[in-house]
């Protein structure tokens, strides 16, 4: 059976997050630039982050190195109105989730073109939805083992 347009829209909004958020983790401090550029306030936290959350301003962690989101956030505070927020694009609680959820108008055409600017592929996000960077992925992963051990 044919997908509904839904279906394949919710499908690329996750590759695109999965594939920014891996581009954003291979480089050093990739990240933590990242935020700067959009202005974004953070400070290191265990193997994370944490910043202001996007509803209610109180601390939220950002993790990173996660599976399914290679960069995921949640926030810390139980009254949050983000907690309850259906999850209708799949993307909530990930790096697009949350740059949507930072921009004025919660727009996520704006937060796909902040993250692919970013990132070097200003006016082409297709091309970072249309990469192929498990191996790499799983490879981070690994490494990042051996690291700590
Ligand atoms: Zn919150």
């Known amino acids: 059976m044919a997908k509904s347009l839904k279906e394949i829209r919710v499908n690329e909004y996750q590759a695109?997050?999965?594939?920014?958020?891996i581009l954003l983790l291979k480089q050093p401090g990739g990240l933590e630039s990242f935020f700067q550029s959009i202005g974004y306030p953070f400070e290191k936290s265990g193997e994370g982050y944490?910043?202001?959350?996007?509803?209610?301003?109180?601390?939220?962690?950002?993790?990173?190195?996660g599976n399914p989101?290679?960069?995921?956030w949640k926030?810390?505070?139980?009254?949050?109105?983000?907690?309850?927020?259906?999850?209708?694009?799949?993307?909530?609680?990930?790096?697009?989730?949350l740059v949507k959820a930072l921009d004025d108008e919660r727009n996520i055409v704006t937060a796909i073109r902040q993250i692919a600017k970013f990132l070097g592929y200003e006016g082409h996000p297709r091309m970072i939805t249309n990469m192929n960077l498990e191996e790499d992925y799983t490879k981070m992963l690994v490494e990042r083992k051996e690291g700590s051990s």
């Open 16 to 21: 695109f997050n999965r594939n920014a958020s």
């Open 75 to 97: 926030c810390h505070n139980q009254s949050c109105p983000m907690r309850e927020q259906r999850n209708e694009l799949g993307i909530v609680r990930n790096l697009l989730g």
């Open 50 to 65: 944490r910043g202001p959350c996007p509803q209610c301003e109180r601390f939220c962690y950002i993790g990173i190195y």
């Open 69 to 72: 989101h290679p960069i995921y």
